[in-house]
């Protein structure tokens, strides 16, 4: 069992910048990523943000690239998502997941909304 809780998200103009944290704990044997998605209202969830289990790797929706950035740090069993140059668009809740072997564990998600 792995527990993840998001933080972070607020009420921002467009323009401005957010940074999301999720803490993680339990058993992470055989985590292969952490990643962030996102659900805006009356859409489906999509993917933002990946970074591999050792922190090599990361990879981004096509949406957010050059404006968000993805990390971790393992210390503290922490995830982060930086934000910049928010857009309306960006709105929704945002949930973190981690990937393992044989299992997928998500968050229960903060909401971020970009006023325009």
């Known amino acids: 069992q792995v527990l993840l809780e998001e933080s972070g998200g607020d009420l921002v103009q467009a323009g401005g910048s957010l940074k999301l944290s999720c803490t993680f704990s339990?058993?992470?044997?055989?985590?292969?990523?952490l990643g962030w998605y996102r659900q805006a209202p009356g859409k489906q969830r999509e993917y933002v943000a990946v970074?591999?289990?050792?922190?090599?790797?990361?990879n981004y929706a096509d949406s957010v690239l050059g404006r968000f950035t993805v990390s971790r740090d393992k210390n503290e069993n922490a995830l982060y998502l930086q934000m910049d140059s928010l857009k309306p668009e960006d709105t929704g809740v945002y949930y973190c997941?981690?990937?393992?072997?044989?299992?997928?564990?998500w968050g229960q998600g903060t909401q971020v909304t970009v006023s325009s």
């Open positions: 339990g058993n992470i044997v055989g985590l292969q990523a």
């Open positions: 970074i591999s289990a050792s922190g090599e790797f990361m």
């Open positions: 997941n981690a990937d393992l072997d044989h299992d997928q564990y």
